[in-house]
């Protein structure tokens, strides 16, 4: 048993009371083929993973029988996982409200099993979240083509460890800005499907009485890279968001761009797509789409309908290359209708960023709250 003394703020991860659980890494790891539609047991993807907590959209199984011969990597309720390879530092709660029974993560995160009690699994994963753990994450990473954080490395970061009262307090304080959060993420899950049912309705349900043509990418965007996050870049507590292949990685005293953008994973996570409407940076992980003309909620759509998988060039990481992408051909129907789908898609997209913005928002209070908590400093 770990001995820790509560109250104090600077706790290594390796002297908390906690677990970290690698997964199967051995001759039992799924191959390709092993992985299924559906099954028994959901066996994570980077996909699932965000900065935003699970994301089920895209799943992918494992049988029964193999789940039952992997030694390692399955989670238990009230488990966190946390990504440690490509988009490092995600994490996401196995709480009662997922309804999965059985999964088990790949070999790019970890388990972190909390003895409870000490350490309150949802206090830890508030603390997981917060820029007291990320802003540490990109001291200890290594590896540039694709970001390493390992278990070795991440045991030496330093997170505060007060009472269970303390710990329940900051849950209740901090739950309550996360439950507004989770509104309007649901809100945007709405808001996400009506503008999917939009683009199936203007590009995918082909009326003929439409003239449709095939163009490419770039016809409607212009596509380039972002540029590398090195440690002159990264600012901790800076005035700027710092977009990685995941989403938010970080910050930045420094902007690379100030103008509507929409951004996807150029190596390492790939389908990812992300409006980003202020100033940020974005790392050299990421292609970013600048629409032409009127075009924005009109490419939004577009690239969230592509394959990615059948674009990926990469051997050992996934990889989408800045020529692919801008070739890569769509059907598109006549201009009074793109402009007509674009008003539409304008009038959701628009509902969707001003709760995006309210997230922010509200992430930005969570996560100075939290310190103040901890340290005493206030009683809300």
């Known amino acids: 048993m770990k001995t820790v003394l509560l109250g104090d703020v600077s706790h290594k991860i390796k002297d908390l009371p906690l677990e970290i ?42 049988s029964s029988e193999k789940d039952a011969i992997l030694r390692k990597g399955k989670l238990q309720r009230f488990d966190i996982a946390l990504t440690t390879r490509g988009t ?12 999965f029974d059985h999964i088990r993560i790949n070999s790019g995160m970890v388990i972190i ?17 917060s820029r007291l753990f990320l802003d540490q994450v990109l001291n200890f990473r290594s590896g540039s083509a694709q970001p390493q954080l390992p278990i070795r490395d991440m045991q030496n970061i330093k997170l505060p460890l007060p009472s269970i009262e303390e710990q329940k307090e900051v ?20 808001l996400e499907q009506m503008g999917q049912a939009l683009f199936k309705h203007y590009f995918i349900n082909n009326p003929e009485s439409k003239t449709w043509t095939k163009s490419k990418f770039s016809d409607f965007t212009d596509v380039i890279t972002g540029k590398g996050s090195t440690k002159s870049v990264l600012a901790e507590g800076g005035k700027y968001p710092l977009y990685g292949a995941g989403g938010i990685m970080g910050s930045s005293d420094n902007y ?19 409006a980003v409407t202020d100033k ?41 290359t800045q020529t692919d992408l801008k070739n890569h ?52």
């Open 21 to 62: 659980i690698d997964g199967d890494r051995g001759t039992n790891y799924p191959n390709n083929h092993e992985l299924l539609a559906a099954g028994h047991c959901l066996f994570l993807s980077a996909k699932n993973v965000t900065a935003d907590g699970f994301d089920f959209s895209q799943t992918q199984f494992i």
């Open 113 to 129: 099993r909390c003895d409870t009690t000490m350490l309150l699994p949802r206090y830890f994963y508030y603390i997981l979240k």
């Open 280 to 320: 940020a940076w974005f790392s050299d992980n990421v292609l970013i789409m600048r629409p032409k003309l009127s075009y924005f909620g009109l490419v939004y759509y577009l690239v969230k309908s592509f394959d990615f998988v059948s674009m990926n060039r990469g051997s050992s990481q996934p990889l989408v």
């Open 171 to 190: 849950i209740n304080q901090i739950g309550s800005v996360g439950d507004k959060i989770e509104v309007n993420r649901r809100m945007n899950e709405t």
């Open 256 to 274: 690379l761009l100030d103008e509507p953008v929409i951004i996807t994973g150029r190596v390492g996570t790939l389908g990812r797509i992300q």
């Open 329 to 380: 051909l769509v059907k598109s129907p006549d201009k009074k209708t793109l402009l007509e789908s674009e008003s539409q898609f304008q009038a959701v997209f628009n509902l969707m960023q001003k709760n995006e913005k309210e997230i922010i928002t509200l992430g930005k209070l969570r996560d100075s709250l939290l310190p103040r908590l901890i340290s005493g400093k206030i009683k809300i």
């Open 88 to 99: 490092v530092g995600n994490v996401a709660f196995y709480d009662d409200t997922v309804l």
